[in-house]
């Protein structure tokens, strides 16, 4: 046991931190999958598992009539009850993708860029950050491939040809698209699960190109 430290949360509670070695588990995993980060949902897999992210949301009309009756104290346990089940969410998925995987390959997408736009909220609440660090160090734990990789045009990409169809969902007008069929070879997509499909693709080249392995 080393030294530990308090901290307190949003409601006042205080808790003591200590870090402690724990043996690590392997994962016995022999999939790979790729991941693409959204708003709507924070995380869809190439295997089709998604985790919607609207944690925020769910709870936003009772946060703001605790606002307007100045409840603080009820502000901070809805704002403290939206952290949990945020938290608790991505734990439950990051865990189960590396007990399933022997590689988890996630799209590059930058919160720190979006928080400044419009979609600031669905942002934060998808919690796109926590989840790649949970990510990163449960593979790392595991002795699993972990990768950041380049996202781009893995929407507009059909995962089946590879082309770049006129079909698929393109700038803004193409946001409201969630299902789009290849005009080149017919194949009929749900947007957020091919996108993953094309990052698991661009996570074997990069294994394949020499990128070393955790």
């Keep these: 046991m080393r030294a530990g430290s308090f901290s307190e949360d949003s409601r006042g509670r205080w808790y003591f931190n200590v870090a402690v070695q724990v043996p690590a588990k392997p994962s016995l995993g022999t999939a790979a999958v790729g991941i693409d980060l959204g708003l709507k949902e924070a ?12 944690w925020y949301r769910a709870h936003e009309h009772k946060l703001a ?19 949990n089940q945020r938290q608790d969410a991505l734990h439950q998925l990051s865990t189960a993708l590396v007990q399933r995987n022997a590689a988890i390959f996630v799209g590059d997408v930058a919160s720190a ?27 790392h734990q595991a002795g699993i491939v972990f990768e950041v990789v380049n996202e781009a045009y893995s929407t507009q990409t059909c995962s089946c ?9 393109k700038g803004r007008a193409g946001l409201r698209i969630r299902e789009w069929s290849c005009s080149q070879c017919a194949t009929v997509h749900d947007r957020d ?7 698991l693709a661009a996570g074997h080249r990069r294994l394949a190109a020499g990128i070393p392995a955790l």
């Design 65 to 83: 009539t605790a606002q307007r009756a100045r409840k603080k104290r009820r502000v901070k346990a809805i704002h403290a009850r939206i952290a």
């Design 161 to 169: 040809c590879g082309a770049i169809p006129a079909s698929s969902p």
């Design 113 to 139: 860029q979006l928080v400044k736009t419009q979609t600031a909220k669905s942002t934060l609440d998808a919690g796109w950050a926590m989840f790649k660090t949970m990510l990163e160090y449960k593979s």
């Design 43 to 54: 995380a869809v897999c190439s295997d089709g598992q998604r985790i919607e992210g609207r």
């Design 193 to 199: 699960v091919n996108a993953a499909r094309n990052i």
